[in-house]
Nanobody, 125 residues
Framework: VQLQASGGGLVQAGGSLRLSCAASGRAFNRYTMAWFRQASGKEREFVAVIRRSGGSTDYADSVKGRFTISRDIFKNTVYLQMNTLKPEDTAVYYC???????????????????WGRGTQVTVSS
């Protein structure tokens, strides 16, 4: 599967953005989809996941209550709605997919086989 992320940009603190990740190929609903981010000089970190089985979701503590992950199986797209953005949310955001990842590994970047090119999110104070 090929992934294409979009929707990043520059926004003021307190604002909102919606990221999209379009997936090519078939059987989109068989993939667990996740968002990760990497700030300058830092390691890539987990942001949110939506699992292929049942569509359960999980979030990093730092974004709970502010970010929402969702998927549209008809459009083969996963979204990350980001509200109440903070300067510390500034990073390159990546979407990832995997068809065989297990529940307990779904926040581990190393477990994902497919990655899209990142999209820059910059939050000004």
């Amino acid at each position: 599967v090929q992934l294409q992320a979009s929707g990043g940009g520059l926004v003021q603190a307190g604002g909102s953005l919606r990221l999209s990740c379009a997936a090519s190929g078939r059987a989109f609903n068989r993939y667990t989809m996740a968002w990760f981010r990497q700030a300058s000089g830092k390691e890539r970190e987990f942001v949110a996941v939506i699992r292929r089985s049942g569509g359960s979701t999980d979030y990093a503590d730092s974004v709970k209550g502010r970010f929402t992950i969702s998927r549209d199986i008809f459009k083969n797209t996963v979204y990350l709605q980001m509200n109440t953005l903070k300067p510390e949310d500034t990073a390159v955001y990546y979407c990832a997919a995997d068809s065989s990842i297990i529940y307990s590994d779904s926040s581990a970047a190393l477990r994902y086989d497919y990655w899209g090119r990142g999209t820059q999110v910059t939050v000004s104070s």
